[in-house]
C-alpha cells in the first residue's frame, strides 16, 4: 500500500488566494505523482463536491476532498497559507488546507487512515505541530502518524513549581490548565447507602456525503464534547469504508440520539421512541457540546421521536452469526420487501383499469399513439399500461435486491441485469429468485479476490459490475434459464388446474401460512407465492391471490371484534389497540395484530391460524378471484364474488374470535377483579400483590 502522503504532496508555502487556486494547486502535486489521472476531471469532482457543502472548518482548517473516477488510489496533499483562504467556515479563512482524493469505489484500508487524520483535526496539539512545521518531510509524517507532534518545552517559570511540588512529594499541576472540575457521579463516593448514578448515555450517528472527512471530524469532536461533559457518547459512522452498526444493546439502553449527517441515515428505525436531535454534519463539528445538551434537555423533557414501527426479518440484514439458513432468508425477504411497493402501484393500478374499461383493456392500443380526453377506455388504457411499466419491474426489483441484501450495491447490476434475463426466458418469479441468488455469489466471490491497489478504484465502478453481468448473463441465457423456465410453467398450469379438494387444501394452507408469523417470513412467502402468479395471471393464480389477501385480513379483525366482545378478557392497551385494528385488518396489514401476540403468543396465534385457514379454504371453495395484489375491502368492487368473498373474511373473522376468548377465558380463576384494577394481570387473572 502506498504512502497516503510523501513530501512532494506538501507545500508550507501555498501562495494560491482563492480556493479553486488552492484545489488546482494541491491536485496538480497529485497529478506528478501519479495519483491522479485527469486534472480537469478531478477538479471538476472536487467543485462539485464543494457546491453541496462548504469545506472549511473553525480553527482555519479547510477540507476539500472527493470521491472520483480519475483518482488511482487514496491521497492527501496538505499546503499551508500564511494569509489564508476562505472555505466557507464561519470563524474566517483557513491557513491548514488538506486536500483529500479518493477512489470512486473507495478503499477500506486508505478509508481509515484517512478517518483517524479527520479525528486528529480536533486536537490542537496536532494542529499547532503542523503550523510551527518547516519541513515538508516532518509534516507529511505528522499526517501519516509516523511521528507525534512535539509538545513545547516548560519555561523556567512553568519549571519552578513543578520542581517545588517535587521536593514536596507532590505532584505539579500541568501548565497553563485549571484543575479539571469533579462531577460527583463519577469522581466523588455517593452517599451512604444510594446507589452510583449512571451517567447519561448518547449514540450518535454521522455521515456526509462522501463520507471521508467530516463524518469522523462530527464524531470525534461528539466523543470529546462527551467526556468534557460527563457523558458515555458511543459514535457509529457512516462514512465510504462502510459502518459496523452499534451493538443493539447499547442502543436500548442509550438514553439519547444525536443524528449528524448530511446523507439518510441507514437503519434509522432502531433509534426510534428516544430522545433525538437531528442536525447537519457540521453542527456535529462546531456545536457538539451544544448538541449533547439539547439531548439531555429533550429528555428531561419526555420527548422523544415517533415510536418505532414493528420491523419484520425482512427488514433485518444478515449479521455475521447467523447461519446459512438465517442469511438465505433475510436476503430472499430483502428482495421481497423492496418489492412489494412495485407490486401494489402496479396491480392496483391494472385492477382499477379492468373496473373501468372491462378485461379486454389489456388490448387497447398504446396511449401514446391513441388517446381521446373524454373516453373513459382511454383512461383506463393510460391506468392498465402505467400499472403493466410498474409491474414489469417486479422480477428485476426482486433479483436486484436479494442481490444487494448478499453484497450491499455492487450486487444491484448483475441482479437486475439478471432479473431482466428471467423475464426474456420466460422464467418468471423464480427465476427472478434464483438470478439474484447467483448475483450475490458471483459479487461475494470477486469481492475475495485480492487485487493491486492502482486498480481497487475501479473495481466497484467497472470491474465488478461487467464481469458479474457477463458470468450472470451467461448462467441464466444458457444453464437454468431454461429450466427454470420450464418450472415456472409447470407451476402456473398447475394453478390453473386447481379444483375442488385440491383448491381448499391449498386455500387453507395459505391461510395457516399468513396468519403464523403476522407479517414475519413465512408470511412473506405466501404472499410472495401470491404475487408471482399475478405475474401471468390466470383463474388459478388470481384464486390464491384472493385467498391469500382475505386471511390476511382475519388476525387483526379478529383481535378488534374480541376486544369490542370481551373487553374485561384485555389490558387497557389492548383495547385501544383493538380500536386501530379494525382499520388495519380492513386494510390488509396482518402487522396489526402483532401487539396482541406479543402479548399472548400461545393463545393469539393459534386462534388467527384457525380462522386463517378457515378464510383462505372457504375463499378458494367460492372461487373468489383478486387482480390487485392489495387493499383490502377498499379493493372489493374489484374481486369476484365479492359477497362470498365477505362471507368468507367473516367466517374467519368469528372463529378466531371465538377461540381467542374461549382460550383466555379458560386462564380465569374464581376470585377475579376487573382487568385494569393493580393486582390484575389485565386479561381478568389475578396476580400476587
Not at 466523588?188 to 447507602?193: I, T, Y
Request: glycine share 12%.
Amino acid at each position: 500500500m502506498s504512502e497516503l502522503i510523501t513530501a512532494e504532496l506538501v507545500d508550507l508555502d501555498l501562495s494560491a488566494e482563492t480556493k479553486d487556486a488552492a484545489a488546482r494547486a494541491l491536485a496538480e502535486r497529485m497529478v506528478a505523482a501519479g495519483r491522479v489521472t485527469d486534472l480537469a476531471g478531478f477538479l471538476a469532482d472536487v467543485a462539485a463536491r464543494e457546491a453541496q457543502m462548504p469545506t472549511g472548518l473553525d480553527g482555519g482548517i479547510g477540507i476539500p476532498h472527493c470521491r472520483s473516477t480519475h483518482v488511482t488510489e487514496p491521497t492527501l496533499a496538505f499546503g499551508r497559507s500564511a494569509a489564508g483562504i476562505d472555505f466557507g467556515a464561519p470563524d474566517g479563512p483557513a491557513d491548514l488546507i488538506f486536500l483529500i482524493a479518493a477512489p470512486a469505489g473507495g478503499d477500506a484500508d486508505h478509508l481509515s487512515i484517512l478517518s483517524t487524520l479527520a479525528r486528529q483535526l480536533m486536537d490542537e496539539t496536532f494542529t499547532g505541530a503542523l503550523r510551527s512545521a518547516t519541513e515538508s518531510e516532518r509534516t507529511a509524517a505528522l499526517i501519516r502518524g509516523d511521528e507525534a507532534p512535539g509538545e513545547p518545552a516548560p519555561d523556567q517559570t512553568e519549571a519552578e513549581p513543578a520542581a517545588e511540588a517535587a521536593e514536596a512529594g507532590g505532584e505539579a499541576p500541568a501548565p497553563d490548565e485549571a484543575p479539571a472540575p469533579q462531577r460527583p457521579a463519577e469522581t466523588s463516593a455517593a452517599p451512604a447507602g444510594r446507589p452510583t448514578p449512571a451517567p447519561f448515555r448518547i449514540v450518535a450517528v454521522t455521515s456526509c456525503p462522501t463520507g471521508i472527512a467530516h463524518t469522523y471530524m462530527a464524531a470525534e469532536s461528539l466523543e470529546q464534547a462527551g467526556k468534557a461533559a460527563g457523558v458515555e457518547v458511543a459514535v457509529e459512522t457512516q462514512g465510504s469504508a462502510g459502518f459496523q452498526r452499534l451493538d443493539p444493546q447499547l442502543v436500548a439502553d442509550a438514553d439519547g440520539v444525536i443524528f449528524a449527517h448530511d446523507v439518510e441515515v441507514r437503519d434509522k428505525e432502531r433509534f426510534a421512541g428516544k430522545p433525538t436531535v437531528d442536525v447537519g454534519v457540521k453542527a456535529g463539528i462546531g456545536r457538539a457540546a451544544e448538541l449533547i445538551a439539547e439531548v439531555r434537555r429533550k429528555a428531561a423533557l419526555g420527548e422523544v421521536s415517533a415510536p418505532a414501527r414493528a420491523a419484520a426479518p425482512m427488514d433485518k440484514d444478515a449479521e455475521p452469526g447467523d447461519g446459512f439458513a438465517t442469511r438465505l432468508r433475510k436476503w430472499l425477504m430483502t428482495g421481497v420487501s423492496y418489492m412489494v411497493p412495485f407490486v401494489a402501484a402496479g396491480g392496483l393500478l391494472i385492477a382499477l383499469a379492468f373496473a373501468i374499461g372491462g378485461y379486454t383493456i389489456n388490448k387497447a392500443p398504446s396511449v401514446a399513439d391513441h388517446f381521446l380526453w373524454t373516453e373513459s377506455t382511454s383512461w383506463a388504457a393510460l391506468l392498465f399500461q402505467i400499472g403493466g411499466v410498474a409491474f414489469g419491474f417486479l422480477v428485476p426489483v426482486l433479483a436486484g435486491f436479494i442481490a444487494y441484501g448478499m453484497a450491499d450495491r455492487p450486487g444491484l447490476v448483475p441482479g437486475f441485469v439478471g432479473g431482466a434475463i428471467a423475464l426474456t426466458v420466460n422464467a418468471g418469479f423464480l427465476g427472478g429468485l434464483i438470478a439474484g441468488l447467483l448475483a450475490g455469489a458471483v459479487v461475494m466471490t470477486i469481492q475475495r479476490v485480492r487485487i493491486p491497489a492502482p486498480l481497487r478504484g475501479i473495481m466497484p465502478v467497472v470491474v465488478i459490475p461487467l464481469l458479474s453481468s457477463v458470468v450472470v448473463g451467461f448462467l441464466m441465457f444458457l444453464v437454468v434459464g431454461k429450466p427454470i423456465a420450464a418450472l415456472q410453467k409447470g407451476l402456473t398450469d398447475w394453478l390453473s388446474g386447481l379444483t375442488g379438494a385440491n383448491a381448499v387444501i391449498l386455500g387453507a394452507l395459505l391461510g395457516l401460512m399468513m396468519c403464523f408469523d403476522l407479517g414475519g417470513p413465512l408470511n412473506k412467502v405466501a404472499y410472495a407465492f401470491a404475487v408471482g402468479g399475478l405475474a401471468n395471471p390466470n383463474a388459478g393464480s388470481l384464486k390464491v391471490m384472493a385467498a391469500v389477501m382475505a386471511a390476511g385480513m382475519v388476525p387483526p379483525l379478529a383481535m378488534a371484534l374480541a376486544t369490542t366482545v370481551r373487553g374485561r378478557l384485555f389490558t387497557k392497551a389492548e383495547r385501544e389497540n383493538g380500536k386501530a385494528a379494525w382499520v388495519l385488518g380492513a386494510s390488509f396489514i396482518t402487522e396489526g395484530a402483532i401487539p396482541f401476540a406479543a402479548a399472548d403468543p400461545l393463545r393469539v396465534i393459534p386462534s388467527a391460524m384457525a380462522g386463517g385457514a378457515v378464510t383462505g379454504a372457504l375463499s378458494m371453495a367460492f372461487g373468489c378471484t383478486l387482480r390487485a395484489p392489495h387493499g383490502g375491502i377498499f379493493v372489493v368492487p374489484l374481486i369476484g364474488q365479492p359477497l362470498l368473498y365477505l362471507l368468507a373474511i367473516a367466517a374467519g373473522t368469528g372463529v378466531s374470535t371465538a377461540l381467542v376468548i374461549l382460550l383466555k377465558g379458560l386462564r380465569k380463576r374464581p376470585d377475579t377483579r376487573p382487568a385494569d384494577s393493580p393486582a390484575s394481570d389485565g386479561a381478568g387473572v389475578t396476580v400476587a400483590a
